[in-house]
Structures are given as C-alpha cells and as structure tokens.
C-alpha cells in the first residue's frame, strides 16, 4: 500500500469513528457493533489526524457531547465546563481538561 493510500485508508477509520455516535442515533446497531466494524488499526488514530476530521467536520464534538452527556452507564465521558472541553471517567473521577 503506498503512503498516500494508507493516509487517505487511515483518515476514513478516524472519520468513521468520530461518526459512530450519528450512527447510533440512526438506530440498528450497538455502540459495541459499530466499533467492531471500524476496523481501524489504533496507530492510525494521533492527534493531528484526529483534528483534521475534526477540523474539517466540526459539529462532529457536539454529537459526541451530546451522545456522552445522555449515556447512564459508567465509563468515560466528555462534556463542556466553564469554556472548556472535559474529557472525564466515572466513577473513577478521573478527569483531562
């Protein structure tokens, strides 16, 4: 595969899954079946491919708020706090603001 390829393979993983919570909301599949079929190797995902998709599809952090916000299960989470993205786990408390 050449470079170029597995850039363009490896941004449609990432896409693919900050798109799982529209996905979920469409009904059909679990969260749990919708990252099974990702197939996306987990060094693909870094921080600078992360916000290109991001960057690119914006509205993207809000539906994971919203989906994260309206979740009553334990587990990690991400919310907005007094102007600031907080990426949190309950019940551990942990918290990356």
Known sequence: MTKDRAATTASAGILYFCRIPRMFRAGGKSARQLVR???????????NALKSVLNDEPQLID???????????SG???TFENG??????????????
Request: charged letters at 25%; glycine letters at 8%.
């Open 37 to 47: 079929e990702g197939h996306m190797a987990t060094n693909a995902l870094t921080i």
């Open 63 to 73: 539906e994971w708020q919203q989906w994260s916000e309206d979740k009553r299960t």
């Open 76 to 78: 990690w989470f991400l």
């Open 84 to 97: 600031s993205h907080v990426v949190g786990h309950h019940p551990k408390g942990e918290r990356i603001v």
